[in-house]
């Protein structure tokens, strides 16, 4: 049996396209354990179908995305060995079939009326949303029969998947859950002001919004050019996701219902008024979408001008240079991160947004098993203890995390795993999504001058007739299948 991993690599040499980008890797010395890592995973019952007996070996798959995630490295790897094993062991390959972000769903449309459907896409519940009306409009098909989460080598993935679940069938391989917001900091600056450090409030259980909001408005003046918080994330991740609580709900018939009366989010929503009413939100005049610096990831936080730029955790990842030019020193530990605050009032959990990876099968595709298959070998990379050591050696030798970093990444997916905690935004119906939209938007927009009371009257009846209209298409499109 080929070992996945027994090879030694001395100088690993990687140039890769990553998102849309020419990026080029940095070399990254390294030499590859020769442990068997098909013995060491098969000792704790987790093992890959043999070539014989696997269905869609010897086959190629077609992926269809505008990135391509996987004849590609990305910045937080060193070898994909996902691809690896499923072209070594199982001689699959993989091609990839390029579309952009925006024109994505319209010729995968085409393609598929023209019965030329590539076999796989990505998957997404939130901004880059499959699920639910995609589903509906016959673009993926059901994966049941394809993937047995009972199987030792899917352990823990059987409650996201249910993420992807229209009445008994479901709609995503599901290989993989992480984090998306983070709130990442420069710990001279927070020195500077006398603040206690937000990892050791963590530790302390005292990294609430109260202590967070009363550092916000103690640091923030705008004739000084400083404002606490910046960028995009921060409106979503403090409202959907640090409350634990979210405006669209599955009930247990797996309708989407309105969660709007949820006093959970009406205190979110007090956070981010009163953050917006003391100008502790970086805004040119009304515009709370403003950016410092056109939207530049971590901008102001090593000038002290943002004490806190609440972004995706792959932001703060990368070559120590550029890390270091935006967030501050790296190799002085002046970059770090700590989970969303909880809620005070909440039930002292901290919540943070789960993000699966994983793939849906593209109705008409002519190899699910093949996707299958590829998909276990993904989970297999995954769950390896050998490639956990070579992404921590990655962020440790090359992008120069302290051990500190490294722990408060283990305690970001421990959180994640311990509350699978996603939420629905960007594939609805049509007119729930502009609803849903403009009601999101205007939490930010509307600052210190709109009350929640007055978004909720404003936008509860359309949530809920939307809902009620997509529930029925839904319904409809399940007794069908």
């Not at 013995?39 to 019952?45: C, K, P, T």
């Not at 490295?73 to 199982?90: D, H, Q």
């Not at 938007?441 to 809920?464: H, P």
């Amino acid at each position: 049996m080929k070992r996945f991993i027994a090879i030694t690599l001395t100088i690993l040499m990687l140039a890769a396209l990553v998102g849309c980008g020419s990026k080029k890797r940095q070399p990254i010395q390294l030499t590859l354990s020769t442990e068997d890592s098909e013995a060491i995973m098969l000792a704790a019952g987790v093992r890959l179908p043999d070539v014989s007996e696997a269905k869609g070996a010897n086959s190629e798959i077609e992926f269809f995305s505008w990135f391509d995630s996987i004849n590609n490295y990305t910045e937080a790897e060193v070898v994909n060995t996902g691809y690896w094993t499923f072209r070594e062991k199982y001689h699959g390959t993989v091609t990839y079939h390029e579309t952009s972000y925006d024109t994505r769903y319209d010729e995968l449309a085409n393609l598929i009326m023209a019965d030329t459907s590539p076999d796989f896409f990505p998957a997404g519940v939130s901004s880059e949303a499959t699920f639910p009306m995609y589903c509906v409009k016959g673009t993926f098909a059901p994966v049941d029969g394809y993937v047995d989460y009972t199987d030792p080598l899917w352990e823990g993935m059987a409650e996201p998947a249910e993420a992807f679940a229209l009445g008994d069938h479901h709609f995503a391989l599901v290989t993989d859950v992480t984090f998306r917001n983070i709130c990442p900091y420069n710990r001279r600056v927070i020195n500077e002001w006398g603040f206690d450090d937000p990892a050791d409030l963590y530790a302390a259980d005292d990294w609430t919004w109260e202590t967070f909001y009363d550092m916000c408005v103690e640091f923030s003046d705008p004739e000084a050019d400083r404002y606490a918080i910046d960028g995009y994330a921060y409106n979503g991740a403090l409202v959907q996701e640090a409350s634990g609580s979210k405006f669209v709900e599955k009930d247990d018939e797996g309708n989407y219902i309105s969660n709007l009366d949820d006093p959970i989010l009406e205190q979110a929503n007090q956070l981010i008024y009163d953050l917006v009413k003391n100008e502790c939100v970086y805004h040119e005049g009304n515009s709370y979408w403003a950016g410092r610096d056109n939207h530049t990831d971590g901008a102001g936080v090593k000038d002290g001008k943002c004490l806190f730029y609440i972004t995706y955790f792959t932001s703060i990842q990368g070559p120590v240079e550029e890390i270091s030019a935006v967030w501050g020193d790296v190799t002085q530990g002046e970059l770090m991160f700590v989970p969303l605050p909880r809620n005070d009032r909440g039930d002292g959990e901290y919540y943070l947004a789960s993000v699966p990876s994983g793939y849906m099968l593209v109705k008409g595709g002519k190899n699910p098993d093949g996707v299958a298959l590829f998909a276990a070998c993904e989970r297999f990379k995954i769950i390896d203890p050998t490639v956990e050591r070579i992404d921590r050696k990655q962020l440790q030798e090359k992008y120069l995390w302290t051990d500190e970093m490294l722990e408060m990444y283990d305690e970001c997916r421990r959180l994640i795993l311990k509350n699978t905690y996603m939420y629905y935004n960007g594939n609805f119906i049509d007119q729930l999504n502009t609803a849903y939209n403009h009601f999101r938007d205007d939490i930010a927009r509307g600052g210190a001058t709109t009350t929640w009371a007055q978004l909720k009257e404003q936008y509860n009846e359309s949530f809920e007739y939307y809902l009620e209209q997509q529930n029925a298409e839904i319904e409809n499109y399940v007794a069908g299948l």
